[in-house]
C-alpha cells in the first residue's frame, strides 16, 4: 500500500513543482508598506497595526489584485501578512525587525496550504542581509538572502518526497529620486533596481523510468536530469519605487521580453481583499523549462506500469506500418495470433520466421490491432516464435488441436516445410494469457492507479502547452513536442478501448448501483481466470470477448459474492460484449 501511495503523491507533488515555482519564485518583491511609523524608524518601510493596501497587477493578459496588511506590530518588530485568495486558501506571513533604522527579517513569508488531502508548507530556514538598511540614498546598494525549504504532506506521505528548496539572492540599488504617479496617489520616490536570483533545487529522487523507456534512444536522459541537485537557476530585474512614510508603491519589470507592474491601488484600510497576484512574468525563466520537464516525465511515469517490453514491439510496428501497406496489395490471406481463451485476436504480438536446424532469423514482425501477420518465405524448413508480455507460446490449452472455433491450421511450434519458392505463411497461432488471480483489494488498487495514469499522462501535453505560452523558445518547443509524441505513443498501453455497451451491478433490494465491485471473467471449459474488472462511480461494467464460453464472478464488501450463468458464443464470427445487469445480495 505504501509504495501504491508514492507513485501517487510523487506524481501530485510533481506536478505542482511548476505551480509553486510560479507562486513563490517571485516573492521577495512583495514588501510591507504603510502610512504610520509605530512599528518600524526607517521612513521608507513604516508598519503600523491595522495597516493595509492593495496592490494592482497588470500586464500581458495579466489583471490581478493581491493586500497587505499589518497585523502586530511593538516598537522594533512587525508581523504582516499577505492574504492570497488562490483555489486553496493560502496565507502568508512575514517577521519585520527595526533596529536604529536597520530592517530585517527571520522568515520569508512562510505559510501553510490545503489542496484537498494534500498539504504545502514553506519554512524559512536561513537568512542574511538587511530587507533595507538605514538613511537609503541614490547609489546606496544592499544584498540579501533567503533558503526557503517547501514540504508537501498528506494522503500518508512518505517523509522521502518532502519537496524541494529555493535559494533566493536579492541585490538592490537606488538608481534615483523621482516623481511617480499611481492610482493611490502622486510622490516623490527613490527608484530602486533589483535583481533577483533563484535557485531551486530538490533531494535527490528515483523516478522508477521503465527501464525500456530508459534506456530508448528516442528518452532523454531524465532519470540524470532529475537526480541533479540544481534544477534550475534563474535571474529576474525589476524596479521598484519607495516613499518616505509610506512604503513600496509600484514595482515594473519587462524580464524575459514580457512587461508588467504592480501599483498601489488604495493605502489605508482597504475596502477589498481581492487577491491572487500573478507571478508568471517574473518566474517565467524557471517555470518554462520546469512545467516542460515535467510533461515529459508525467507521461513517462504515468505510463510506467504497462511500458515494457511492449514499447519496442509498438516502435517496430510504428516503423514498418507503411511498409506493410504495399504488402497488403501482394498478401491475400493472413495469420492470425490470438488469445487462446477468449478468442479474440492479440496485437503487437511479436511474430519471428527461423531457420528450423540453425534457428538463423529471416524477418520479424508485429501484429496489428487484428492480430494479422504473414511471412513471403523462400524454399526450406522453418519455425515460427511468438512472444507477448504475459503469453505463453506455443499453447497448452489448445496442445495438438488443429482447428479452434473460426481459426482454422493452428500453429504449435513445429517445422514448417516449405517446398516452392514465394509461398505465404499464414498460420493462426493461439497463445495462452497468464492473468494472475490478485485479491480483490490489490485489484481496486490497479483500477486507481490505472485512473491516475490516464489522468496524468492527459495533463502532460497540456502542461507541455502551458510552458509554451509562458515562455516560448526552441528547447520549451523541442520538449512540448515530445511529449505529444510520447503522449499518443504511450496511451497506446495505458488506454484500452471501451466498447460503448454497458451493464450493471446493483443491490438486489434497493436496485442501485455499486460502484467498486470486483468482476472476474472465466474461460469455459479450463474455468481459467482471464480478465478482471472493477465496476466505475455508476456501477457499469463490460467484457469484450470471442467466440469462446465464459461466465462471470462478483464479489464486493458486505455483499454475497455472486457466479453468473454461463454465456455462450460458440459459433459466432463477430466479437461480443458481455453486459447483464447483476444483482447482489446483502450479507
Not at 68 to 74: G, L, Q, R
Not at 106 to 118: A, E, I, P, Q, R
Not at 492 to 517: D, Q, Y
Request: charged share 20%.
Amino acid at each position: 500500500m505504501k509504495k501504491f501511495y508514492r507513485k501517487i503523491i510523487f506524481l501530485a507533488a510533481f506536478n505542482l513543482l511548476a505551480s509553486l515555482i510560479l507562486f513563490n519564485s517571485a516573492n521577495c518583491l512583495i514588501k510591507p508598506a504603510s502610512a504610520a511609523s509605530d512599528a518600524c524608524d526607517n521612513p521608507y518601510m513604516p508598519l503600523a497595526s491595522g495597516d493595509q493596501i492593495e496592490y494592482k497587477t497588470t500586464g500581458t493578459g495579466i489583471k490581478q489584485t493581491y493586500t497587505m496588511k499589518v497585523i502586530e506590530a511593538n516598537p522594533g518588530f512587525a508581523k504582516v501578512e499577505y492574504d492570497m485568495n488562490l483555489p486553496s486558501k493560502v496565507v502568508m506571513q512575514q517577521n519585520i525587525f527595526c533596529k536604529d533604522g536597520n530592517v530585517t527579517t527571520d522568515t520569508y513569508m512562510d505559510f501553510f496550504s490545503n489542496t484537498g488531502n494534500l498539504q504545502m508548507k514553506a519554512d524559512t530556514k536561513e537568512v542574511s542581509g538587511e530587507l533595507m538598511p538605514k538613511d537609503i540614498k541614490v547609489g546606496s546598494i544592499w544584498t540579501n538572502k533567503y533558503i526557503i525549504s517547501y514540504h508537501y504532506g498528506g494522503l500518508n506521505m512518505p517523509k522521502e518526497f518532502e519537496g524541494y528548496e529555493m535559494a533566493i539572492t536579492t541585490t538592490n540599488k537606488v538608481l534615483s529620486e523621482e516623481k511617480v504617479t499611481v492610482p493611490a496617489g502622486s510622490y516623490t520616490a527613490l527608484k530602486v533596481e533589483s535583481t533577483n536570483t533563484a535557485d531551486i533545487s530538490m533531494p535527490n529522487i528515483n523516478l522508477q523510468i521503465p527501464e525500456a523507456v530508459r534506456n530508448s534512444a528516442q528518452m532523454p536522459d531524465l532519470s540524470k536530469l532529475m537526480n541533479q541537485k540544481a534544477i534550475t537557476s534563474t535571474s529576474v530585474t525589476m524596479y521598484e519605487w519607495w516613499v518616505k512614510n509610506i512604503g513600496l508603491v509600484k514595482i515594473a519589470s519587462s524580464s524575459g521580453g514580457t512587461r508588467w507592474e504592480t501599483v498601489a491601488v488604495k493605502i489605508g484600510v482597504s475596502n477589498s481583499w481581492l487577491d491572487n497576484p500573478t507571478l508568471e512574468a517574473v518566474a517565467e525563466k524557471a517555470v518554462a523549462p520546469t512545467v516542460a520537464t515535467a510533461a515529459v516525465v508525467n507521461t513517462a511515469i504515468a505510463t510506467q506500469s504497462v511500458v515494457s517490453v511492449d514499447f519496442f514491439h509498438y516502435l517496430i510496428f510504428f516503423i514498418t506500418q507503411p511498409l506493410l501497406i504495399f504488402k497488403r496489395k501482394k498478401i491475400k490471406a493472413w495469420g492470425t495470433v490470438y488469445n487462446s481463451l477468449s478468442g479474440l485476436p492479440e496485437d503487437l504480438a511479436v511474430v519471428r520466421l527461423q531457420e528450423a536446424k540453425s534457428n538463423k532469423l529471416i524477418t520479424t514482425q508485429v501484429t496489428d490491432s487484428f492480430g494479422r501477420f504473414a511471412f513471403l518465405a523462400p524454399a526450406g524448413q522453418y519455425k515460427i516464435i511468438t512472444n507477448k508480455r504475459n503469453f505463453i507460446f506455443p499453447s497448452n490449452f489448445l496442445k495438438g488441436l488443429k482447428a479452434d472455433s473460426q481459426y482454422a491450421d493452428l500453429y504449435h511450434g513445429e517445422n514448417i516445410e516449405v517446398g516452392t519458392e514465394g509461398v505465404v505463411l499464414t498460420p493462426n497461432i493461439p497463445i495462452d494469457p497468464q492473468v494472475a488471480d490478485l485479491s480483490d483489494a490489490k485489484i481496486q488498487k490497479k483500477f486507481i492507479w490505472g485512473k491516475y495514469q490516464n489522468i496524468i499522462a492527459l495533463a502532460s501535453p497540456a502542461l507541455g502547452g502551458l510552458s509554451l505560452i509562458i515562455k516560448p523558445s526552441l528547447i520549451v518547443v523541442l520538449l512540448f513536442i515530445l511529449s505529444i509524441i510520447m503522449y499518443f505513443f504511450f496511451r497506446r498501453f495505458a488506454i484500452k478501448k471501451v466498447p460503448k455497451k454497458w451493464g450493471k451491478v446493483m443491490a438486489e433490494k434497493e436496485a442501485t448501483s455499486l460502484p467498486g465491485a470486483v468482476m472476474r471473467i472465466f474461460a469455459l471449459p479450463f474455468n481459467k481466470l482471464l480478465d478482471y474488472r472493477v465496476t466505475d462511480t455508476q456501477g457499469r461494467y463490460n467484457f469484450l470477448v470471442g467466440n469462446k464460453k465464459f461466465f462471470l464472478t462478483v464479489t464486493k464488501d458486505g455483499y454475497q459474492k455472486e457466479q453468473t450463468r454461463n454465456f455462450d458464443f460458440s459459433g459466432q464470427k463477430a466479437t461480443s460484449i458481455i453486459a447483464e445487469d447483476i444483482k447482489l445480495k446483502k450479507i
